[in-house]
């Protein structure tokens, strides 16, 4: 069945190191969606992509970057520059700007 | 500056009785609005939507108020069950922006068996 399928469920980052966290989707969407959720805080958006090989920076892009350059594939980088990457990172996707985002069921990312 | 605004961060209501979620926002472009339900450790599961030309919209046990003059919209559950319980977000998109969501920082809603 259709779904959106983030791995892994629990990821460990040592300090100055890059780390990729991976959405695939099989909805056949064209938009895909990265969020960051922080403790009693909404979700933010981190970047997003429209269609194949193309995407832009959401309010909270620094330290991050992404590639889309499959239509189900969505990697999602935390680099060393983000220098507080410990949250609760969901990714999403949806079909016409009509159309609710459906979520994966996250990656918590922390550091050792 | 938060756009959308979820001013209570818990809620208990008994098992059978209507559980209210409120929700103000801000931003006057906002024109698509959304309820979404989250589990611990789970992403969160779309409830319901409103488009800015209703006022109301209903399904099943769940409905949806938009005030547009007051900026505030609301989420009725009747009746409430204890499955019900979960952190429940609001989020708006603006037209021509509608991809971007903004979301609320969440209501935790108990319902009490």
């Known amino acids: 069945d259709g779904g959106i399928t983030q791995s892994p469920k629990y990821l460990f980052r040592k300090e100055g190191q890059n780390v990729t966290l991976s959405c695939e989707q099989n909805l056949n969407h064209d938009a895909m969606y990265w969020y960051r959720q922080d403790p009693g805080q909404g979700l933010r958006l981190i970047y997003y992509s429209q269609i194949v090989n193309d995407f832009q920076k959401g309010d909270i892009a620094e330290g991050y970057s992404v590639s889309r350059e499959k239509k189900e594939s969505f990697p999602l980088t935390v680099t060393s520059a983000q220098k507080n990457p410990t949250a609760f990172y969901l990714c999403?996707?949806?079909?016409?700007?009509?159309?609710?985002?459906?979520f994966g069921d996250g990656t918590r990312l922390s550091i050792l | 500056d938060q756009q959308v605004k979820q001013n209570s961060p818990s809620l208990s209501v008994q098992e059978g009785r209507i559980s209210i979620l409120n929700c103000d926002y801000t931003?006057?472009?906002?024109?698509?609005f959304l309820w979404y339900k989250k589990y611990p450790a789970e992403g969160p599961t779309f409830l319901i939507s409103i488009s800015s030309i209703k006022d109301k919209n209903e399904d099943g046990r769940f409905t949806v108020f938009l005030n547009k003059s007051a900026k505030h919209l609301s989420l009725h559950i009747v009746p409430s069950q204890p499955g019900d319980s979960a952190v429940y977000f609001c989020?708006?998109?603006?037209?021509?922006?509608?991809?971007?969501?903004?979301f609320g920082s969440g209501t935790q809603l108990t319902v009490l068996p």
């Open positions: 989020a708006a998109s603006v037209r021509g922006r509608a991809r971007q969501l903004t």
């Open positions: 999403a996707s949806n079909q016409g700007s009509s159309q609710p985002q459906h």
């Open positions: 931003n006057s472009m906002f024109d698509y």
